[in-house]
T-cell receptor, first 114, second 114 residues
Framework: GQQLNQSPQSMFIQEGEDVSMNCTSSSIFNTWLWYKQDPGEGPVLLIA?????ELTSNGRLTAQFGITRKDSFLNISASIPSDVGIYFC??????????????FGKGTLLTVNP | GAVVSQHPSWVICKSGTSVKIECRSL??????MFWYRQFPKQSLMLMAT?????????EQGVEKDKFLINHASLTLSTLTVTSAHPEDSSFYIC??????????FGPGTRLTVT
């Protein structure tokens, strides 16, 4: 099945630094989603991307849909302590009929040192 | 917008009993709802997909008689863990989709079976 390779697995950065993480796949996706999950909580949708080459921002977050449709990047600028959490990329895979399911990357654990 | 609630947020039950978890979409109609299970430091594992008014579609390896899913309305889905055992202890998360690939997640339910 389609799998997403997310990297890095973890990051330790200083407050104020910029962060970049990415997801790659051997298969084409027509949508990329980026989520953040805080400990003990459900994931929160950060950015949704629908077109190859699309660059979308949400505050200090910027995500890009790779031109090959096989990768996506998430950048966080000027990190702050509340950026701490696990970031997941996800893409939809048709699972039969009109149903689909999301395949997730394994996540990037971000730690921000104040 | 796109808020999903879950109840309860945590539950402790004795082995052999059943537990019901509710998932509600508060400000949108969730034509499709998904149930996930998440183990510590791991990504989300899809258990089943349910469309309103239809039987749920379970992922391979998930026992449909043990994890009963009902999606009776466009705003409510329930997951019942029947005859729970300690190995069923986990973090259960639901999500809802209003017709696009974007899924909006609930805050999760921590189940502990003693």
């Amino acid at each position: 099945g389609q799998q997403l390779n997310q990297s890095p697995q973890s990051m330790f950065i200083q407050e104020g630094e910029d962060v970049s993480m990415n997801c790659t796949s051997s298969s084409i996706f027509n949508t990329w989603l980026w989520y953040k999950q805080d400990p003990g909580e459900g994931p929160v949708l950060l950015i949704a991307l629908y077109k190859a080459g699309e660059l979308t921002s949400n505050g200090r977050l910027t995500a890009q849909f790779g031109i090959t449709r096989k990768d996506s990047f998430l950048n966080i600028s000027a990190s702050i302590p509340s950026d701490v959490g696990i970031y997941f990329c996800a893409g939809p895979v048709i699972s039969g009929g009109s149903n689909y399911k999301l395949t997730f990357g394994k996540g990037t654990l971000l730690t921000v040192n104040p | 917008g796109a808020v999903v609630s879950q109840h309860p947020s945590w539950v402790i039950c004795k082995s052999g009993t059943s537990v019901k978890i509710e998932c509600r979409s508060l400000d949108f109609q969730a034509t499709t709802m998904f149930w996930y299970r998440q183990f510590p430091k791991q990504s989300l594992m899809l258990m089943a997909t349910s469309n309103e008014g239809s039987k749920a579609t379970y992922e391979q390896g998930v026992e449909k008689d043990k994890f009963l899913i009902n999606h009776a309305s466009l705003t409510l889905s329930t997951l019942t863990v029947t005859s729970a055992h300690p190995e069923d202890s986990s973090f259960y998360i639901c999500s809802g989709s209003g017709g696009s690939y974007e899924q909006y997640f609930g805050p999760g339910t921590r189940l502990t079976v003693t």
